[in-house]
T-cell receptor, first 116, second 113 residues
Framework: KAGVTQTPRYLIKTRGQQVTLSCSPISGHRSVSWYQQTPGQGLQFLFEYFSETQRNKGNFPGRFSGRQFSNSRSEMNVSTLELGDSALYLC???????????????FGPGTRLTVL | AQSVAQPEDQVNVAEGNPLTVKCTYSVSGNPYLFWYVQYPNRGLQFLLKYITGDNLVKGSYGFEAEFNKSQTSFHLKKPSALVSDSALYFCVLRGAGSYQLTFGKGTKLSVIP
């Protein structure tokens, strides 16, 4: 089975712009979670989607949003970019979502976003 | 609230020696614990998890972890370290009924030839 894929792998934007990142989960997985990784804050949970519904959201401003499509692919959007948004954005997929707390999350390679 | 602590930012070990990466946790109810490894500019790779049952969990690449409920610990171990094990290791907690993962800060493991 193919793993989790994320596109693009690298992205450079300037402050004030917006960006959309894409994640394709492992085939058959219905849940996608997004994480932000920075040297200072480590790995922080952004949100989780299951069956096109946002199930849970981390403590991030409303500039961060996401959605999930019927084929389980997910996108996250960051509007009005700030320098502090520079990070590695990781998505992970699991088969069952919130009801499967024991499920392993499988991570993609990430999108490295640099905001200038 | 749930939390995970990795008390060592960096661990250095000689190739061929046993390695231990420490993790302690705090959660109400049953913990589900995971170890992931991250190589530079890569995503996280799953190593092993503890859900219930045997306190010694065996995982990928010869790694194992010991769950200790009384000490609320879940230390990662390997009998003989390889240079290729050098990476960033994350201990991860998911509380029963919780949607999200809580990550430790990570421990950088350096295996010295």
């Amino acid at each position: 089975k193919a793993g989790v894929t994320q596109t693009p792998r690298y992205l450079i934007k300037t402050r004030g712009q917006q960006v959309t990142l894409s994640c394709s989960p492992i085939s058959g997985h219905r849940s996608v979670s997004w994480y932000q990784q920075t040297p200072g804050q480590g790995l922080q949970f952004l949100f989780e989607y299951f069956s096109e519904t946002q199930r849970n959201k981390g403590n991030f401003p409303g500039r961060f949003s996401g959605r999930q499509f019927s084929n389980s692919r997910s996108e996250m959007n960051v509007s009005t970019l700030e320098l502090g948004d520079s990070a590695l954005y990781l998505c992970a997929s699991t088969p069952r979502g919130g009801g499967g707390a024991t499920d392993t999350q499988y991570f993609g390679p990430g999108t490295r976003l640099t905001v200038l | 609230a749930q939390s995970v602590a990795q008390p060592e930012d960096q661990v250095n070990v000689a190739e061929g020696n046993p390695l231990t990466v420490k993790c302690t946790y705090s959660v109400s109810g049953n913990p589900y614990l995971f170890w992931y490894v991250q190589y530079p500019n890569r995503g996280l790779q799953f190593l092993l998890k503890y859900i219930t049952g045997d306190n010694l969990v065996k995982g990928s690449y010869g790694f194992e972890a010991e769950f200790n409920k009384s000490q609320t610990s879940f230390h990662l171990k390997k009998p003989s370290a390889l240079v290729s094990d050098s990476a960033l290791y994350f201990c991860v907690l998911r509380g029963a009924g919780s949607y999200q993962l809580t990550f430790g800060k990570g421990t950088k493991l350096s295996v010295i030839p």
